[in-house]
């Protein structure tokens, strides 16, 4: 603050100092958002830099030697709470890391789970906890094999914090990531967006809406599998996890340096989701899923891609939102409802909601 | 989705657009006065649909925008007090004041909660009697009616640990502050139809009579801003200033009167400063003494701030009608929503955010 400075205009046209740079970490630095993206840029990867690391994927492809080409990722869960409609941390743990691995096109094999426990946790959830990722992984078709657990003084965590790490086999030839992405790709999702995040929101603002809204939550290798399995070239596949499906096509389209367009008519959101998004100020294309994933194809194969989903996924309804429509220049663009384009842009920092 | 798909109806929004071209017949410039207007018809892309005739300026209507930075840094100030949990509408907290806003407050630690409503941060504070909560009260007559519940009902409960921030606003003041300035463009203008659904819209009726401007009240919704549009125009065109009502769904002339007695049992009319706008004779509202026990900047000794300016930002000219986003050196350069030079720019309802995130920076 500045109490001394003195403005002859302060009562005019007046405006603040900028807050130029945060010197704190913020809860929108991991909020998937431009923050985030710009934390990962500036801090991360010019610190850790290397080519492996610099495809910029949900998991990373490496070959060893002659052996087949492996996946490896890794995640950390920090929900609250800890359990919520439709799931819960431990199954969010597994599918969530399974789930990375699916977008680089890895049938998922391996994973490892991490623990920080909170003194005071209730056995009884522990156990709650860790049978859903059993359970979660059987599903799943990996098996954990190796783990850690700590424990921090009350106070210093949340209940439960899990960090997964897994390991896929790639059985493909395809170069899965924005790199591979084409001008003409169709962009297809695999379901309706935004259930996750209301869903955890309500339970975790106490809202109440006429019907309990149930996470996403699932597990997609055997979509992505089949997708493969089906002949389809597949160039590009992306979770719409934080930040939602704009941050997803955001994030695409800048690492692949095209121009994307797609339609606010053809993507599939429930009306229980998009009410509560208007009640609460929010854009169903920033709001978190679990379970929704975008893939970009050849226009040739956009149709066979869209059965073949159709034919693998019974708990939603997957749909053809858009296309690249050109390279060179990178950005997202919407086309509304009522005919006109609008950018979309990737969250700046947290959804919040909004005053009136 | 019931009440909101009806008004978003493409075919019913081309047949609108079409009567408004066949009704215009020179240039108009129309002022929405609500930040959740001006987002609707930026998202929606409403101004391009609409005839080039039809020029829509970007009213001083958004909450968040207008709050002066001077109440921000009390907020920050309070927040970080010991034994303080400080509450507020989310979209209040990455509002600059003058050096901070309040996500940073939080993150060096202090008690920080968004709340979405008023009655929420009293709960809070009668279930934490150690503390002292204070709730961040801004707004314009829309959330007036919860704040002054919040109050009354600590006051009924005889809470000693709650307290409000107040910095509430009026709108009719801010359209004859708007009308009186020199150089005013505006020929007509939307009003908030939320705000009158609290308020009624005799208030306009003094105001139409002398600056002799029609004034619509409308929704929010795509087609209640095209018919909004439609009847301002049919108006202008007409030569009548009228005050009409386009959200009579919401809206009747006398407004809310057990909302309006609330208000004025707890608050009173008092001068205001507006963010970028500066002080506007009667133009907000402020705690009666009877309630002056829960007025934080009293129970609080905080020390009073001269806000300084920044120089690049035009959002003052901006909120008034004068300019807009795209015209601004600074916008999407140096002022982005991560980093924002102005108000506008920060909250979802302010014009330059509107622009920045809806419409293409390369224009």
């Known amino acids: 603050m500045s109490p001394d400075s003195k403005d002859e ?100 094999l391996y994973l490892s789970a991490g623990f920080i426990l909170e003194e005071g946790l209730a056995i009884d959830s522990l156990w709650r906890i860790v049978q859903s990722m059993a359970s979660a992984a059987t599903q799943a078709g990996v098996q954990i094999i190796t783990g850690d657990t700590k424990v921090v003084d009350r106070g210093k965590g949340d209940g439960v914090f899990i960090n997964t790490s897994g390991v896929g086999v790639v059985e493909h030839q395809l170069q899965i990531g924005p790199r591979s992405v084409r001008e003409g790709d169709v962009i297809l999702t695999n379901g309706d967006i935004g259930r996750h995040g209301i869903s955890i929101l309500a339970v975790r603002e106490g809202l109440e809406f006429e019907t309990t809204i149930e996470s996403d939550l699932m597990p997609l290798a055997r979509q992505v599998l089949a997708l493969l399995e089906a ?25 692949a340096g095209v121009a994307v367009t797609v339609e606010e008519g053809l993507i599939p959101c ?23 994933f975008l893939a970009f194809v050849p226009a040739s194969h956009a149709d066979l891609a869209l059965s073949t989903l159709s034919r693998v996924t019974t708990e939603c309804t997957p749909a053809i939102i858009g296309r690249v429509t050109g390279s060179g220049e990178a950005g997202v663009v919407l086309k509304s409802i009522l005919g006109p384009n609008r950018v979309l842009d990737m969250l700046s920092g947290e959804q919040l909601p909004r005053i009136c | 989705m019931k009440y909101v798909e009806e008004y978003r109806d493409p075919a019913k929004v081309e047949q609108l657009t079409r009567k408004i071209a066949s009704l215009v017949t020179r240039d108009w410039t129309i002022m929405e006065v609500c930040g959740g207007q001006t987002h609707s018809i930026i998202k929606y892309g409403l101004d391009e649909l609409l005839p080039p005739r039809i020029h829509l300026l970007h009213g001083p209507g958004c909450p968040v925008c207008v709050t002066p930075s001077e109440i921000l840094d009390k907020a920050v100030f309070i927040a970080a007090e010991p034994n303080v949990i400080f509450c507020s509408f989310g979209d209040m907290l ?13 993150s060096r630690g202090a008690d920080v909660r968004i709340v979405y409503s008023p009655l929420d941060a009293v709960k809070i504070a009668r279930a934490n009697p150690e503390k002292q909560v204070v709730f961040l009260a801004v707004g314009f007559e829309t959330t007036a009616p919860a704040n002054a519940l919040a109050v009354h009902q600590a006051a009924s409960w005889e809470l000693e640990n709650f307290s409000v921030l107040v910095s509430h606003v009026l709108v009719p003041p801010a359209i004859e502050a708007i009308l009186s300035a020199p150089g005013c463009r505006v020929q007509g203008f939307l009003a908030a139809g939320h705000v009158c659904s609290v308020m009624g819209f005799h208030e306009y009726e003094p105001i139409v009579e002398k600056f002799k401007v029609p004034i619509v009240v ?27 009502n386009q959200y009579a769904r919401s809206v009747k002339r006398e407004g809310n009167r057990p909302a309006q007695e609330l208000i004025r049992k707890v608050f009173q009319v008092v001068p205001r ?58 916008f999407a350069v140096g002022c982005t929503p991560e980093h924002p030079l102005g108000a506008t720019m920060v909250s979802t309802e302010g014009a330059c955010a509107a622009y920045y995130r809806y419409r293409s920076r390369k224009q």
Request: proline fraction near 6%; aromatic fraction near 8%; charged fraction near 25%.
């Open chain 1, 270 to 292: 429930r009306d229980d989701v998009r009410a509560a998004c208007e009640i609460l100020g929010f854009d169903p294309l920033h709001v978190a899923n679990e379970g929704r």
């Open chain 2, 273 to 330: 400063k507006w963010r970028g706008i500066g002080e506007i004779p009667a133009s907000g509202l402020g705690l009666r003494d009877e309630y002056r026990k829960f007025d934080a900047e009293t129970r609080f000794v905080v020390p009073e701030v001269n806000a300084s300016t920044g120089s690049e930002c035009i959002s003052g000219l901006i909120l008034q009608g004068f300019k807009k986003p795209p015209d601004c050196p600074a």
């Open chain 1, 9 to 108: 205009r302060s009562m005019q046209i007046s405006c603040p100092l900028p807050v130029t740079q945060y010197s704190n970490v913020l809860v929108a630095h991991g909020g998937g958002g431009r923050l985030m993206h710009d934390l990962l840029r500036k801090v991360f990867f010019p610190a850790f830099a290397n080519e492996l690391l610099g495809q910029g994927h949900d998991a990373t492809v490496f070959g060893v030697a002659d052996a087949a080409r492996l996946a490896f990722t890794t995640d950390s869960f920090v929900v609250r709470p800890l359990f919520f409609p439709g799931g819960d941390i431990g199954r969010l743990a597994v599918y969530g890391t399974v789930n990375d691995l699916a977008m680089a096109g890895a049938r998922p």
């Open chain 2, 218 to 244: 409308t929704g929010f919704e795509p087609l209640d801003i095209l018919q909004g549009v439609f009847m301002c125009v049919r108006q202008l065109e007409e030569g009548r200033s009228e005050v009409e």
């Open chain 1, 231 to 255: 002949g389809i070239e597949v160039h590009c596949l992306r979770d719409m996890t934080r930040g939602g499906m704009a941050s997803a096509l955001n994030e695409i389209a800048d690492g």
């Open chain 2, 94 to 106: 990455r509002v600059p004041g003058t050096v901070d806003d309040l996500l940073t407050a939080k």
